[in-house]
């Protein structure tokens, strides 16, 4: 291990403190239970059947997504008392769960606890913002949060265990379930991992109060499904899984995580929950990661499917031999795997692993000591959606929204104009909440249409559907007014799981809307409502201002009429670059150069397409705000012997008003014999500027963060390292650069250089 990796250290200059503390030192070695504990687990193992066991690797729904507990039936219950499950998911309820854990504990021969587990990713009754929402913030104490809030709303109710972060990298904005990502870079997708493995667990070793246990999902390269589609196949090279799609994996097993779940789709051929060398070998062996996995939701039985297994038990011994604990509601270690261990006993120990991993994320849950400790019908009745939950709720709503154009300064709004709200989804509820949404109501949630009060209002077309007849209405409106704010997008049932879609662009009839409007002559603020990044340049050609406010949760429509009106100065940024056209996807910033770049004349063979502009139409960490930031003085300076090197700058508010400015650190690292992306986010940091004034910002980069991946280890070679600042993957206003004295190179198990927290000082 390199003597830099041992030495975790955190810079507690001034104010980096309150930085720093947001990332405790991170560390992949679980702490070992107290003997005691570790007692009981050995003597229950040794007094449980086979079939007992096996029992604690099963996982059943009690219930549906939308239909909580509804099959809890007396079939269930006689399941739980002959020790045949180790958990429910879909289930809720401080009473229920109560009352379903008794009869574990009190009716089941051993008395073991069950795990109660359930889908709470943004919000369980206080819905905040959509994870890629989120992640527009580019502020990881947001993402927390919304995490923690989760968290003691999930716990009071009686549930352990949440199904959340999904940490998947989506560079392809088809795939409908980007909406529960971080996005497309493997630094931000890390960092904002760990924050919310931070929010749901807790800080310290030990799940804190209030914690549930988070399940980080869904390993290892769902989001690179070919052409977008969920569940479809993904072929990468080694070096592209390592350095993007697992780097956000491997921060969260560093962090903690408690539990992961394995992805549905394969991984260059091999179906991820009977992948043996991904599951077993990165991540236990050479992560030594001990949590809990868990299927995706009867993944273990569609090893058939895939053609990986041609019996039940075929997939179940394979997706035990992949180090696959517990399985998702398919049933096959329930019914199949007994009769494979009888077939070959060399299973056994691993059937008692799985067992051993099982019973001891319950004991560290505190279940065995207090199996009631969680849910509490009291609290339950003050704490879900309570004022400081929606506060807060509000709050990270106002981070996340991106003002992606500004022309002739539309906005804000001023008091005197005569605004004219158009567009169905500004009066939907629904839509704001997401597909994820626990038992958050859309009842709960304020409109864009509400917030906004006594304007007037179209609804013009729905999201979907090729009604027209609300055109006029809506045209009638614009003219009446003298600005159009326009809600455009879709609703929340066009992203999430099994939601790819092939063309990008504004659903149903959207477009004849929005040409409509346009004919009127009526400047237009479009407010885009998605879960992904839509292909608009066609749409938004001549709208002058366009503000993306995602699926902003139960305070999106307060939190969008602040920032147009101006009492909220936005400062989130794009997580995922925004294309022009659905045919340019897959696309992302930290693309590798071609030997021929593509080129703006079109008689010039180029790395382009020919029917398009070059690039994104709004590129990652892309965001304006209603001031100006000017960046200046770039230093960097070598410390300890050139071991790590420190790279400040000063950026100065130049414009009227107090704003939030996301400051971007960018390398590129040559590599002799490869061609390495044209810039990679190696740190970020969002701060607030009061008008006139200057704040310095100094990050501090390890040479680990040049690191790349090659002949199965972590190389970083000496040489220049280009270092770029600037307010956006394209808006780069700072350049410079730094060198590595040393070459040197450290095996699989020691992290890599995207995953490492970047400690940034800010003055
Ligand atoms: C999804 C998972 C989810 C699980 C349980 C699956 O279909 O892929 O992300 O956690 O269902 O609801």
Not at 411 to 415: A, N
Not at 459 to 470: I, K, N
């Given at each position: 291990m390199p003597v830099e990796l041992r030495r975790r250290e955190v810079l507690v200059a001034g104010t980096l403190l309150a930085v720093a503390a947001r990332f405790p030192a991170l560390a992949s070695v679980p702490t070992p239970l107290p003997a005691a504990d570790q007692r009981r687990i050995d003597r229950l193992i040794a007094a449980m059947t086979l079939d007992e066991k096996i029992g604690q690797m099963v996982q059943v729904a009690g219930?549906?997504?939308?239909?909580?507990?509804?099959?809890?039936?007396s079939a269930a219950l006689d399941r739980v008392r002959a020790g045949r499950i180790g958990s429910f998911l879909h289930v809720a309820g401080a009473e229920p769960l109560r009352e379903l854990q008794r009869v574990a504990v009190?009716?089941?021969?051993?008395g073991i606890p069950l795990l109660f587990a359930m889908?709470?990713?943004?919000?369980?009754?206080t819905i905040f913002p959509v994870p890629l929402a989120l992640a527009a913030s580019f502020d990881p104490a947001v993402a927390e949060d919304a995490a923690r809030v989760a968290a003691v709303e999930a716990s009071v109710s009686g549930?352990?265990?949440?199904?959340?972060?999904?940490i998947d990298i989506a560079r392809?904005?088809?795939?409908?379930?980007?909406?529960e990502g971080a996005g497309e870079d493997p630094h931000l997708g890390a960092t904002m991992a760990v924050a919310q493995v931070r929010g749901f667990e807790?800080?310290?070793t030990d799940l804190g109060e209030d914690a549930v246990l988070a399940c980080v999902k869904?390993?290892?390269?769902?989001?690179?499904?070919m052409g977008g589609r969920d569940y479809d196949t993904a072929d990468l090279s080694e070096r592209t899984l390592r350095e993007v799609y697992l780097q956000p994996f491997h921060a969260a097993a560093r962090a903690r995580a408690g539990t992961m779940m394995t992805a549905f789709n394969d991984l260059a051929g091999v179906p991820t929950t009977g992948n043996a060398d991904l599951v077993?070998?990165?991540?236990?062996?050479?992560?030594h990661y001990q949590g809990l996995v868990v299927s995706d939701w009867n993944a273990i039985r569609e090893l058939i499917d895939h053609g990986a297994a041609s019996t039940p038990a075929e997939a179940a011994a394979l997706a035990l031999r992949a180090s696959v604990d517990m399985d998702m509601t398919s049933d096959t270690y329930a019914e199949y795997l007994a009769p494979a261990v009888a077939a070959d006993p060399t299973l056994l120990p691993l059937v008692d692993e799985a067992v051993q991993r099982i019973l001891t994320t319950k004991t560290k849950l505190g279940l065995f000591d207090?199996?009631?400790?969680?849910?509490d019908p009291e609290r339950e009745r003050t704490v879900l959606g309570s004022a400081d939950h929606r506060a807060r709720a509000r709050r990270a709503a106002e981070q996340s929204i991106v003002l992606l154009r500004n022309e002739g300064g539309v906005?804000?709004?001023?008091?005197a104009q005569r605004v004219a709200l158009i567009g169905a989804l500004a009066d939907?509820?629904?839509?704001?909440?997401?597909?994820?949404?626990?038992?958050?109501?859309?009842?709960?949630s304020v409109t864009l249409r509400a917030a906004l009060g006594d304007v007037t209002y179209a609804?013009?077309?729905?999201?979907?559907?090729?009604?027209?007849?609300?055109i006029p209405a809506a045209i009638a409106a614009a003219e009446g007014a003298d600005v159009v704010v326009l809600a455009l997008g879709e609703d929340w049932?066009?992203?999430?799981?099994?939601?790819?879609?092939a063309d990008i662009t504004l659903p149903g009839a959207q477009m004849t809307l929005l040409d409509a409007l346009k004919a009127t002559g009526k400047p237009i603020v479009a407010v885009l409502m998605n879960g992904r990044p839509l292909a608009l340049e066609s749409a938004l050609a001549d709208v002058p201002a366009v503000v993306e406010t995602w699926?902003?949760?139960?305070?999106a429509g307060a939190a969008i009429a602040a920032v147009l009106r101006g009492e909220v100065n936005p400062g989130g940024r794009l997580p995922m670059g925004m294309p022009r056209?659905?045919?340019?996807?897959?696309?992302?910033?930290a693309h590798v150069p071609t030997g021929r770049p593509a080129n703006p004349d079109l008689s010039v063979d180029s790395a382009?397409?020919?029917d398009t502009d070059i690039g994104p139409l709004f590129p990652f960490g892309h965001g304006l705000s209603y001031t100006s930031f000017e960046y200046a003085d770039l230093a960097i300076t070598r410390i300890d012997g050139g071991a790590r090197h420190r790279i400040g700058c000063s950026i100065t508010n130049t414009g009227p008003v107090a704003g939030d400015e996301v400051v971007q650190l960018y390398v590129r690292v040559a590599v002799p014999g490869l061609a390495r992306p044209a810039r990679e986010l190696r740190g970020f940091t969002r701060l607030t500027i009061a008008p006139g004034a200057t704040r310095l910002v100094t990050f501090i980069l390890r040479n680990h963060h040049f690191a790349h991946w090659a002949d199965d280890q972590w190389r970083v070679p000496a040489g220049r390292v280009e270092v770029m600042i600037g307010a956006s993957s394209a808006d780069i206003r700072l350049t410079g650069a730094l060198s590595v004295d040393r070459e040197f190179n450290w095996p699989a198990?020691?992290?890599?250089g995207a995953a490492l927290f970047t400690p940034v000082e800010i003055l």
């Open positions: 219930g549906r997504q939308v239909a909580l507990n509804s099959r809890l039936d009190e009716e089941s021969r051993h889908d709470v990713v943004h919000g369980y009754r549930l352990h265990w949440t199904f959340a972060p999904m392809d904005a088809r795939w409908g379930r980007v909406v807790g800080r310290g869904h390993l290892g390269a769902y989001g690179a499904g077993r070998g990165i991540l236990r062996d050479q992560w207090d199996p009631y400790r969680f849910g906005l804000p709004l001023r008091p939907d509820a629904r839509s704001t909440i997401g597909s994820w949404k626990a038992r958050g109501v859309p009842e709960d609804p013009g077309v729905a999201p979907r559907g090729e009604d027209v007849s609300g049932d066009h992203s999430g799981e099994a939601r790819s879609r699926f902003g949760g139960n305070e056209t659905s045919g340019q996807v897959p696309q992302f910033y382009r397409y020919h198990y020691d992290g890599a």
